[in-house]
């Protein structure tokens, strides 16, 4: 067979696997996710739930909670060094304790921002200068 011949037996092959990547990248590109949400299912779904909802008396709600928003600025020090007082949300009380995970201050930026728009409907985003400049303050 020549050089040719190969050439034009292959084309056909290689039009359709350019549009076979094409429509993948429209695909995954029109999907894409919140670069939140990975840190958000890896390290917080298994207590407050895959959608915010918390599990009964023991670990409190994300979703619609009015504790995260009341104290916005302590949520980068909870959530990398934990909680261990009794809190309140949305008028119930709550004192299991929250441990510290091992997050930086960019994922932690990402899953605030996450929280912000999927769960409190707050109108705000965060990054990680913020977040280092709050770790400073952590009691
Ligand atoms: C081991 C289970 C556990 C994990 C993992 C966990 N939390 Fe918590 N979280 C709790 C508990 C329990 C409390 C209540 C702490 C208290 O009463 O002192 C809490 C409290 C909170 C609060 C304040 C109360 C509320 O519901 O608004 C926020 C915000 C929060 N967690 C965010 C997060 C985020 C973000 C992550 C992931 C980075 C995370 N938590 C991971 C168990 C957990």
């Not at 670069?35 to 895959?50: I, L, N, V």
């Not at 504790?67 to 309140?88: A, E, R, Y």
């Not at 929250?98 to 985003?125: K, L, S």
Request: proline share 6%; glycine share 6%; with cysteine.
């Amino acid at each position: 067979m020549d050089k040719n011949k190969i050439i034009r037996y292959l084309a056909p092959f290689a039009i359709v696997g350019i549009i076979i990547i094409f429509i993948l990248n429209v695909i995954t590109h029109g999907s894409i996710q919140h670069p939140g949400k990975s840190t958000y299912q890896s390290r917080c779904a298994q207590c407050h739930g895959d959608n915010g909802e918390g599990i009964k008396a023991l670990t409190p709600p994300l979703f619609q909670a009015d504790l995260p928003v009341q104290h916005f600025d302590s949520l980068p020090c909870w959530i990398k060094f934990g909680m261990n007082h009794s809190i309140k949300v949305n008028g119930i009380d709550y004192d299991q304790p929250m441990y510290p995970n091992e997050v930086d201050e960019i994922q932690t930026a990402n899953v605030i921002n996450f929280m912000c728009q999927e769960f409190f409907n707050y109108d705000t985003t965060v990054n990680s200068i913020w977040v280092k400049q709050k770790w400073k303050d952590c009691e």
